[in-house]
């Protein structure tokens, strides 16, 4: 089983992807921190359901690193906008072993005390057009959602469009049950329905 765990918003920079959660929300968001490895950036919000926010962005002042960075963000280029759905799994092995090939192979991280794996393809591309999840496996109790300020911000609908949103909503079933997560043929895009406390808000 995997269980929906976050949602990325990605930015030609950190302040354009900051930027474009807080204005669409009205909320501001928290600092992040570096990663190492894929050499990147983030700025965080609280949601609630144990839920978060991440506004992410190749990390200027960071070496380039000597592999594809993840959640695609080498080819990363427009508008700030919603790019990636995170799902987590007790066991990161097991699950990309019921999956086909494209999802990635597991990477070991970690920032200050929080330790993960995240399974990140060779050329950072996730299957779908990057409409499929990424899979994490956190490591230990720790949790970036329960140390953000709830901003009374509540994700109530993630809407996965693509021309195959059909073969991949069939591919995530035996997978993933979760009625905030719908699938629907489109171009490729993913649409957030937020609740805040000026009321609803789309993100995408």
């Not at 269980?3 to 600092?31: C, K, M, R, W, Y």
């Not at 999956?99 to 399974?119: C, I, N, T």
């Not at 299957?127 to 901003?151: E, F, K, S, V």
């Amino acid at each position: 089983m995997i269980t929906f765990d976050h949602i990325a918003v990605a930015g030609e920079s950190l302040a354009a992807a900051t930027s474009h959660v807080e204005v669409a929300l009205n909320v501001p968001l928290q600092q992040g921190g570096e990663h190492a490895v894929f050499h990147t950036h983030n700025t965080l919000l609280g949601l609630e359901e144990g839920l978060y926010l991440e506004a992410i962005a190749i990390n200027p002042d960071a070496p380039v690193p000597n592999r594809a960075r993840w959640f695609d963000l080498d080819r990363f280029a427009g508008a700030p906008r919603l790019t990636n759905w995170i799902c987590r799994c007790a066991d990161l092995d097991a699950t990309l072993a019921q999956l086909p090939e494209g999802f990635g192979a597991p990477v070991d991280l970690q920032r200050g005390d929080l330790r993960w794996r995240m399974a990140v393809p060779l050329d950072g591309v996730l299957p779908y057009d990057n409409c499929a999840p990424a899979l994490i496996q956190w490591i230990g109790d720790a949790h970036p959602a329960a140390r953000l300020t709830q901003q009374g911000c509540k994700m109530t609908a993630l809407t996965v469009s693509h021309p195959q949103a059909g073969a991949l909503a069939a591919l995530l079933a035996p997978l993933l049950h979760d009625a905030r997560i719908t699938f629907a043929q489109g171009a490729p895009k993913l649409t957030a329905q937020i609740n805040t406390p000026e009321g609803t808000a789309v993100l995408c």
